[in-house]
T-cell receptor, first 115, second 113 residues
C-alpha cells in the first residue's frame, strides 16, 4: 500500500521561481525523507526530518513536517533547470518496534524547470 | 568508491524463465533493500536484509527470493518470471535502518514477455 500521497503530480515553473511539493501520509512515522530521481537514474537522498522536528533546511531546500496533519512539504527556492527531476517523499513508519528503514514511497512529483 | 552497483542494467526474459539480479555496495553498509518501481507509482519494497546471512519480506515479496551470503552483495532472484514482474528494480543500502539515508543503485530495467 502507498503510505504517501504527493501533490501536485506534476509542476512546471520558470527558472528562479520557487517550487513547493506536498506529501501526506497515513500512519505514525519515525521520520520522513525526500529523494530526487533524475530521468532513468536511481534515487538520491535530499533531506531527512525526524518526527519530533518541524522544519529543516539544506541549501536551497526547506522541509516542513506537521505530524498532527500527517503532512510534509518540500520547498526548493530559486529553482534552476538542473532541478528538473521527480521528487519522492518516503516515510519510515513507526510500528512500535525496531525500525529497519522499511521506507514507503509516495508516487512522486515531476518537476520541470524551464530556462 | 563505486557506491551501489547493479548488474545487469537491462534484461528481457520470456515468461517462465529465471534470472538473478546482483547488487553490490562498497560502503560497508549493514542494511540492503530491493525495490521495484512501476509507472506512476513510487518504489515498493520487495525484500530487505539487516546484515549478512539475514533476509526478510517487504511489501511485495511474492515471486521473488533473495540471498545475502556476503555483506557487500544482495541478490534478487526470479524463479519463474511473469509479465507482472516487468518493472525497474532498484537496490539500496544504508549504514543502519534508523535515521539513515538510503543509497540507491542505478536500477535494472526488466521486461518479461
Amino acid at each position: 500500500s502507498q503510505q504517501g500521497e504527493e501533490d501536485p503530480q506534476a509542476l512546471s515553473i520558470q527558472e528562479g521561481e520557487n517550487a513547493t511539493m506536498n506529501c501526506s501520509y497515513k500512519t505514525s512515522i519515525n521520520n520522513l525523507q525526500w529523494y530526487r530521481q533524475n530521468s532513468g537514474r536511481g534515487l538520491v537522498h535530499l533531506i531527512l526530518i525526524r518526527s519530533n522536528e518541524r522544519e529543516k533546511h539544506s541549501g536551497r531546500l526547506r522541509v516542513t513536517l506537521d505530524t498532527s496533519k500527517k503532512s510534509s512539504s518540500l520547498l526548493i527556492t530559486a529553482s534552476r533547470a538542473a532541478d528538473t527531476a521527480s521528487y519522492f517523499c518516503a516515510t519510515d513508519p513507526n510500528a512500535g518496534g525496531t525500525s529497519y528503514g522499511k521506507l514507503t514511497f509516495g508516487q512522486g512529483t515531476i518537476l520541470t524547470v524551464h530556462p | 568508491n563505486a557506491g551501489v552497483t547493479q548488474t545487469p542494467k537491462f534484461r528481457v526474459l520470456k515468461t517462465g524463465q529465471s534470472m538473478t539480479l546482483l547488487c553490490a555496495q562498497d560502503m560497508n553498509h549493514e542494511y540492503m533493500y530491493w525495490y521495484r518501481q512501476d509507472p506512476g507509482m513510487g518504489l515498493r519494497l520487495i525484500h530487505y536484509s539487516v546484515g549478512e546471512g539475514t533476509t526478510a519480506k517487504g511489501e511485495v515479496p511474492d515471486g521473488y527470493n533473495v540471498s545475502r551470503l556476503k555483506k557487500q552483495n544482495f541478490l534478487l532472484g526470479l524463479e519463474s518470471a511473469a509479465p507482472s514482474q516487468t518493472s525497474v528494480y532498484f537496490c539500496a543500502s544504508s549504514y543502519s535502518g534508523v535515521l539513515n539515508e538510503q543509497f540507491f543503485g542505478p536500477g535494472t530495467r526488466l521486461t518479461v514477455l
